[in-house]
Every structure is written in C-alpha cells, then in structure tokens.
C-alpha cells in the first residue's frame, strides 16, 4: 500500500504528515509527503531523509482580489500536480492534514477515485476541512470536538489524538539540557512563535531580559529562520547571571521542552499536542490573525482543562506576572497533573490514521 499524505504550510502541518509517515514505515508501507513550497517545509523534511517529500503548489485562501486570484492559480497547479504524482507513485489513498496544501491534493484524489481521509488537529475546522468533508471517507478531529461541536454528530467524524512523531521522546530535564548544551542550574523559560508569529514574542524577550533574570529564568527563545542566533548573559540584582539564548530553529523540540520549567507559545495544535506530550507548564498567546481565530479555540480548550494560562497578545504586559505565578510550586504542579491527565487520555493518533489509511476503513474491524 502507498499512501499520499498532504501537509505543509506550517510546522503543526507538517509535522503530523511526518508522523503518520513513520507509523507506515513501521508497518511496513510506502508513503509520499506532499508539502508547500514555504521555507519552514523544506527546513523539517531535510531531517527526515528517508522519507519520500514532494513539493505541491498551493496558497491561503483569501477574498482581496489578488490573493483570490493567486489561490485560485495555485490551487489549480496543485491539483494537476497532484493528479500527477498520485499516478506516477501508484498512490491507492490520500491523507490531507488540512491548510492550503490539501486542497489539491483531495480534489485529485476525488477525481481519481482514491479513498480520502481527513485529519483535523484544530477545535476550529479549517476551510479546507470544510470544504473536502463531503469527499473524504471519515474525518478525524480532536476528541473533545466531537462531543461539542455541531459536525461531531455527524456519522463521518470521529475524535482523533494529533500524530507526533516517533523522535518527539520524553527526556529528564538534566538530560535534556545536557543534550541541548544549555545550564543545568536556574529555571529555564522556552519561547516558540512557530513560523507565523515569533516576532512579537522575540521583542517581548529582549524587553524583560533583566526581568526575567530577577525571577531566576534563563530564556531560549526560537526567532524564526531567517533571523541570527544571538546570546546575552544578563545579571540580576543578586549578581546572577542568565543566558538568554535566541535561536532561529530548533530540530529537538521534544529536547527543549522537556528542559524547561515554563514555556510560552503560540496556539497551534501541534504545539499543544508536544506541550501535552511533555507535560510542560505554559502559558498560550492566540496567534490574533490565525485563519477564524482557531489558535484562541485551541487555547480555550486547554484553558477549560486546566491545562494553560491564556495571555492574549494585546495584553502582553500581563505575561510577565503570569510566568511569575506560575512559578509558584503549588500553582505549578496542579497545572502538571492536569496535562499529564490529558497525555493519559490520548492514544496514538498516528497509528491509528496508519491503520485506518491501510485498511481503507474506519472504524477498524
């Protein structure tokens, strides 16, 4: 069996795409990964070399004018591209993890009669979930949608965990620090923005370094490619000193979170689904212009679990305080055994994707 599985965009995208990838490789089947064009995809996909990545064209969907016409456009190279590839690598099912990338790639496998499965990692469903819904087999979305949401009633939606990938593993904190070079004394405070929406968290950084020596952290903030690595030791008023690390990527995600005391983070639900995996305190900042506000969905839901405190990023001066209080032992350990309740919860949602996409049935016999 060789599945075409459709991700890219961002790194919560690609990611789970990765993911259902290895599980197949594991039991034994091919797999394509069909990814955007963007810089992000191609920097995840150079880690994985033994899987098999093709680039798909594709863009957002928006109303302005010029955006529609070149969504349009590259949602039409993406089809025929996809039509090709599917053809060329005898695919026999498709697999699309939503965002602009899928769409072509589920239209072809409508058109060519391929089985189309569907997996949702947002509390929100996207557009181009919405939109391929009515040609795809089963949709899989996050478990606590299905009991709240109006299309959870409907018989082709089933909850579904978000697949990690199998390097995403649980270290001790002395050596996950070990392994990332960074001190072994003090608290450590991690900072991703994603792809989308580091800036704001990088500016917020270099403003409270001395602030957040005060509080004992040492920080790694993640500034997105493009930018330049940089570190600063600060001194507090007790003539401490803390590193404050700013680094463009990061290829151990698992590492950095379990070397951390705190981490700040964007939304995303492959962020949350890691947070969870690591059992990490944190603290969400909703990406504002994320495609219908699904990142504050996202962090409402991990809010209602106990699971996260939400600082909205027009609030950012409340950050601080909240990093504080969450540092606090008993504050710190409630929200813990909250994340390690839901990380009980949740099977491995990549296998069982791995399964359904194999037996080309759902639910499984």
Same mark, same amino acid.
């Given at each position: 069996?060789?599945?075409?599985?459709?991700?890219?965009?961002?790194?919560?995208?690609?990611?789970?795409?990765?993911?259902?990838?290895?599980?197949?490789?594991?039991?034994?089947?091919?797999?394509?990964?069909?990814?955007?064009?963007?810089?992000?995809?191609?920097?995840?996909?150079?880690?994985?070399?033994?899987?098999?990545?093709?680039?798909?064209?594709?863009?957002?969907?928006?109303?302005?004018?010029?955006?529609?016409?070149?969504?349009?456009?590259?949602?039409?190279?993406?089809?025929?591209?996809?039509?090709?590839?599917?053809?060329?690598?005898?695919?026999?099912?498709?697999?699309?993890?939503?965002?602009?990338?899928?769409?072509?790639?589920?239209?072809?496998?409508?058109?060519?009669?391929?089985?189309?499965?569907?997996?949702?990692?947002?509390?929100?469903? !996207?557009?181009? #979930?919405?939109?391929?819904?009515?040609? *795809?087999?089963? /949709?899989?979305?996050?478990? =606590? &949608?299905? @009991?709240?949401?109006?299309?959870?009633?409907?018989?082709?939606?089933?909850?579904?965990?978000?697949?990690?990938?199998?390097?995403?593993?649980?270290?001790?904190?002395?050596?996950?620090?070990?392994?990332?070079?960074?001190?072994?004394?003090?608290?450590?405070?991690?900072?991703?923005?994603?792809?989308?929406?580091?800036?704001?968290?990088?500016?917020?950084?270099?403003?409270?370094?001395?602030?957040?020596?005060?509080?004992?952290?040492?920080?790694?903030?993640?500034?997105?490619?493009?930018?330049?690595?940089?570190?600063?030791?600060?001194?507090?008023?007790?003539?401490?000193?803390?590193?404050?690390?700013?680094?463009?990527?990061?290829?151990?995600?698992?590492?950095?979170?379990?070397?951390?005391?705190?981490?700040?983070?964007?939304? !995303?639900?492959? #962020?949350?689904?890691?947070?969870?995996? *690591?059992?990490? /305190?944190?603290?969400?900042? =909703? &990406?504002? @212009?994320?495609?219908?506000?699904?990142?504050?969905?996202?962090?409402?839901?991990?809010?209602?679990?106990?699971?996260?405190?939400?600082?909205?990023?027009?609030?950012?001066?409340?950050?601080?305080?909240?990093?504080?209080?969450?540092?606090?032992?008993?504050?710190?350990?409630?929200?813990?055994?909250?994340?390690?309740?839901?990380?009980?919860?949740?099977?491995?949602?990549?296998?069982?994707?791995?399964?359904?996409?194999?037996?080309?049935?759902?639910?499984?016999?």
């Amino acid at each position: 069996m060789r599945v075409l599985i459709a991700c890219g965009g961002t790194g919560g995208h690609v990611a789970p795409g990765i993911a259902l990838a290895q599980r197949l490789m594991e039991m034994g089947h091919d797999s394509v990964v069909a990814v955007s064009e963007k810089p992000i995809d191609g920097r995840l996909a150079s880690a994985y070399g033994n899987i098999n990545f093709h680039p798909i064209p594709g863009s957002g969907f928006a109303l302005e004018p010029v955006a529609l016409v070149k969504f349009l456009v590259a949602t039409a190279r993406g089809f025929f591209a996809a039509i090709r590839l599917m053809r060329k690598e005898k695919c026999q099912v498709a697999v699309a993890f939503g965002g602009f990338s899928s769409v072509g790639v589920g239209l072809a496998a409508a058109i060519l009669r391929r089985p189309l499965y569907l997996h949702e990692s947002n509390f929100k469903l !996207g557009k181009a #979930t919405r939109f391929l819904a009515p040609f *795809a087999k089963a /949709v899989f979305i996050p478990p =606590p &949608l299905k @009991k709240r949401h109006p299309y959870g009633n409907r018989k082709k939606f089933f909850p579904m965990a978000y697949p990690l990938r199998r390097d995403f593993k649980i270290m001790e904190m002395g050596e996950a620090r070990a392994f990332l070079g960074v001190e072994r004394w003090g608290k450590l405070l991690a900072v991703t923005g994603g792809s989308q929406g580091a800036n704001v968290l990088r500016r917020w950084v270099l403003d409270n370094e001395r602030n957040l020596a005060e509080l004992g952290f040492h920080c790694i903030c993640l500034v997105g490619l493009g930018c330049e690595r940089e570190s600063r030791q600060i001194e507090n008023s007790k003539g401490e000193r803390y590193a404050m690390e700013y680094v463009p990527f990061c290829d151990s995600m698992h590492a950095l979170y379990c070397a951390a005391d705190i981490a700040v983070c964007r939304a !995303g639900a492959g #962020t949350i689904a890691e947070l969870i995996a *690591a059992s990490l /305190v944190n603290v969400l900042i =909703p &990406l504002p @212009k994320s495609a219908a506000n699904h990142q504050m969905a996202n962090a409402e839901a991990m809010e209602m679990e106990g699971a996260t405190r939400i600082v909205e990023q027009r609030h950012m001066d409340r950050l601080l305080c909240a990093i504080g209080e969450l540092s606090d032992g008993a504050s710190c350990e409630k929200m813990r055994m909250n994340l390690r309740r839901l990380r009980s919860m949740g099977e491995d949602g990549g296998e069982l994707l791995a399964k359904a996409a194999v037996s080309c049935h759902w639910p499984l016999l």
